[in-house]
T-cell receptor, first 115, second 118 residues
Framework: GENVEQHPSTLSVQEGDSAVIKCTYS??????FPWYKQELGKGPQLIID?????GEKKDQRIAVTLNKTAKHFSLHITETQPEDSAVYFC??????????????FGTGTRLLVSP | KAGVTQTPRYLIKTRGQQVTLSCSPI?????VSWYQQTPGQGLQFLFE???????NKGNFPGRFSGRQFSNSRSEMNVSTLELGDSALYLC?????????????????FGSGTQLSVL
C-alpha cells in the first residue's frame, strides 16, 4: 500500500518544551521524506527534508530522524516557541515503475505551543 | 522571487455550478501539481502538469480537470459541483516535478483557494 500514518493528530506543549511528531510509511521503496508546516490561512511550507540514505538531519531547532528498518521517521522541535504553532505534515516520496515519484502525505498534526 | 500565486482566495458556489481556479508557479518552474485539502482526508493529490502535459492523475472523478499554459500557469476546473467538493485547493510548483527521477524535488505551495459549495 501507499499509506503514511501520522501521530499524534494534536499536540499541546508549553513554550520551551520539545515536541515530537511521528510518521510511519508502508512502502519500503520510499526514498525521500519532507516535512511541511502550514500556518493558518497559508499553504504548506517545506521546513526540513531527509533522503533515505541519511539517518538524521538537523536545522537549528528542528531535526528529522529516519529508521528505514522500522519504516518510520520523526520530526523533533526543541525549545518550542509560540510561533511554532501550526499544522505539520509529513510525506513520503515513492518511486513508481514509470520512473516517476509519488508524494503521499500524512494526515497532519496540529501543534499548539502555549506561552 | 515571487512565490506561488493562487486566485481567487475564496469562492462560494452552489451545487451544480462549475468553477475554475488559477495557479501561477514560481518563475522558472515547469511543474504544477494540484491538491485537495479537507479536514478529514488531509492532502489528496489531484493531478500534475509539466510543460502543458498532464503527467499523472490521482483518484478523483472526471469532473475534476486541469490544464497548463505555455507560460506554466495552470488552471483547475471542477464541473457539476457537489457539497463534498468544499475544500481548500492547493497548487504546488517545482522545477522538474515530483514525477521525475530527481528523488528530492522540493514543492512550493501557494496559499490555496478556499471553495465553499452551498
Amino acid at each position: 500500500g501507499e499509506n503514511v500514518e501520522q501521530h499524534p493528530s494534536t499536540l499541546s506543549v508549553q513554550e520551551g518544551d520539545s515536541a515530537v511528531i511521528k510518521c510511519t510509511y508502508s512502502d519500503s521503496a520510499s526514498n525521500y521524506f519532507p516535512w511541511y508546516k502550514q500556518e493558518l490561512g497559508k499553504g504548506p511550507q517545506l521546513i526540513i527534508d531527509i533522503r533515505s540514505n541519511v539517518g538524521e538531519k538537523k536545522d537549528q531547532r528542528i531535526a528529522v530522524t529516519l529508521n528505514k528498518t522500522a519504516k518510520h521517521f520523526s520530526l523533533h522541535i526543541t525549545e518550542t516557541q509560540p510561533e511554532d504553532s501550526a499544522v505539520y505534515f509529513c510525506a513520503a516520496s515513492i518511486p513508481k515503475n514509470t520512473g516517476f515519484q509519488k508524494l503521499v502525505f500524512g494526515t497532519g498534526t496540529r501543534l499548539l505551543v502555549s506561552p | 522571487k515571487a512565490g506561488v500565486t493562487q486566485t481567487p482566495r475564496y469562492l462560494i458556489k452552489t451545487r451544480g455550478q462549475q468553477v475554475t481556479l488559477s495557479c501561477s508557479p514560481i518563475s522558472g518552474h515547469r511543474s504544477v501539481s494540484w491538491y485537495q485539502q479537507t479536514p478529514g482526508q488531509g492532502l489528496q493529490f489531484l493531478f500534475e502538469y509539466f510543460s502543458e502535459t498532464q503527467r499523472n492523475k490521482g483518484n478523483f472523478p472526471g469532473r475534476f480537470s486541469g490544464r497548463q499554459f505555455s507560460n506554466s500557469r495552470s488552471e483547475m476546473n471542477v464541473s457539476t459541483l457537489e457539497l463534498g467538493d468544499s475544500a481548500l485547493y492547493l497548487c504546488a510548483s517545482s522545477l522538474a516535478g515530483l514525477f521525475s527521477r530527481v528523488t528530492n524535488e522540493k514543492l512550493f505551495f501557494g496559499s490555496g483557494t478556499q471553495l465553499s459549495v452551498l
